[in-house]
């Protein structure tokens, strides 16, 4: 069965592999968030001043998943609207790609479009099925599988070793199993380190780390653990409707999906055909 990491065996295995620092922008942001009266004027300005995080926030405030019935053209409309938390995970999930997009790298391309499809849908996820924690929906969506971009610098043959991994996932075998043979590290533990060092919330750090240990958590019917179970239900179905499994692991099949699904539909009760009908809507939306 499945082995966790030693937090030993975790720091040998960080070693060579770079966790990109966090952007003077968010660190800024964040220092303004963190006052006792968050000032949203000094907020909507520090966003202003990067002409590619306005653009990409006005582009996810205007899409449809927000479902406004105007459009939004200033930083400080939609700072008002949104908050300075939920402004602040979706700048810190965008900054994340334009730390990490590496030009040598073309294999990326597609890693990026998955975890903005992934993002948005976890955000229509999040929202059609009530949650209160929709930015930090989409931030899990867009930094889950931040680990896999800095896994493939530093080993030449890691793409090979994911496909082999999303391959033989199932029951009995995580992904990240097969990655820690390999590497003896894995990319939900990369990218929680990375999500931690950049101050995301602890528990999309926690959602980060886990997102393959679905089948462990799910099966435990406690109430424990109930916010990393809501976080991590919206992004296994995103990623299954997303298929991460055929654009990252190059399968024809979810082998991971078959062996948690039931589990997850379950959890958030809803019946298979009630999901078929959820898959609809969001392709409607656009995420595909």
């Given at each position: 069965?499945s082995?966790?990491?030693?937090?030993?065996?975790?720091?040998?295995?960080l070693?060579?592999?770079?966790?990109?620092?966090q952007p003077?922008?968010?660190?800024?942001?964040?220092?303004?968030?963190?006052m006792p009266?968050?000032?949203l004027?000094?907020?909507?300005k520090?966003i202003?001043?990067?002409?590619?995080?306005?653009g990409?926030?006005?582009?996810?405030?205007n899409?449809?998943?927000?479902?406004?019935?105007?459009?939004?053209?200033?930083?400080?409309?939609?700072?008002?609207?949104?908050?300075s938390r939920?402004?602040?995970?979706?700048i810190n999930?965008?900054?994340?790609k334009?730390?990490m997009?590496?030009e040598?790298i073309v294999?990326?391309n597609r890693?990026?479009?998955?975890a903005?499809?992934?993002a948005m849908?976890?955000?229509t996820?999040?929202?059609?099925?009530?949650?209160?924690?929709?930015?930090?929906?989409?931030?899990?969506g867009l930094f889950?599988?931040c680990?896999v971009?800095?896994?493939?610098?530093?080993f030449?043959d890691?793409m090979?070793?994911?496909?082999?991994?999303y391959?033989?996932?199932?029951?009995e075998q995580?992904?990240?199993d097969?990655?820690?043979r390999a590497?003896?590290?894995n990319?939900?533990?990369?990218g929680?380190?990375?999500?931690?060092s950049?101050r995301?919330?602890e528990?999309?750090t926690n959602a980060?780390?886990?997102h393959?240990?679905?089948?462990?958590i799910?099966s435990?019917e406690?109430?424990?653990?109930?916010?990393l179970?809501?976080?991590?239900?919206?992004?296994k179905m995103?990623?299954?409707?997303c298929a991460?499994?055929?654009?990252l692991?190059?399968?024809?099949e979810?082998?991971?999906?078959?062996?948690?699904?039931h589990?997850?539909l379950?959890?958030?009760g809803?019946s298979?055909?009630?999901f078929e009908n959820?898959k609809?809507?969001?392709r409607e939306?656009g995420?595909h």
């Open positions: 069965m082995q966790e990491l030693s937090a030993e065996q975790i720091q040998q295995a070693q060579g592999i770079s966790v990109p620092p003077q922008i968010m660190v800024d942001l964040q220092m303004e968030q963190y009266d968050p000032d004027e000094v907020i909507a520090l202003s001043q990067d002409p590619g995080l306005s990409a926030l006005l582009k996810i405030v899409s449809p998943y927000y479902g406004l019935s105007n459009k939004i053209a200033s930083i400080q409309r939609a700072v008002n609207l949104l908050g939920s402004i602040i995970n979706l999930a965008q900054s994340i334009g730390e997009s590496d040598t294999t990326l890693f990026w479009d998955t903005q499809d992934v849908t976890c955000l996820l999040a929202k059609r099925t009530g949650s209160q924690a929709v930015d930090e929906a989409y931030a899990l889950h599988d680990g971009p800095l896994m493939l610098k530093r030449p890691y090979t070793v994911l496909e082999e991994a391959g033989s996932a199932g029951p995580r992904v990240v097969t990655e820690n590497f003896n590290t990319h939900a533990v990369v929680y380190y990375t999500a931690k950049w995301l919330p528990h999309v980060i780390a886990n393959h240990n679905a089948l462990a799910f435990d406690s109430s424990r653990n109930s916010q179970k809501n976080l991590l239900a919206i992004l995103a990623e299954h409707i991460s499994y055929r654009v692991g190059n399968q024809v979810d082998h991971e999906w078959n062996s948690i699904g589990l997850i379950d959890y958030v809803l298979d055909y009630d959820l609809e809507t969001v939306l995420a």
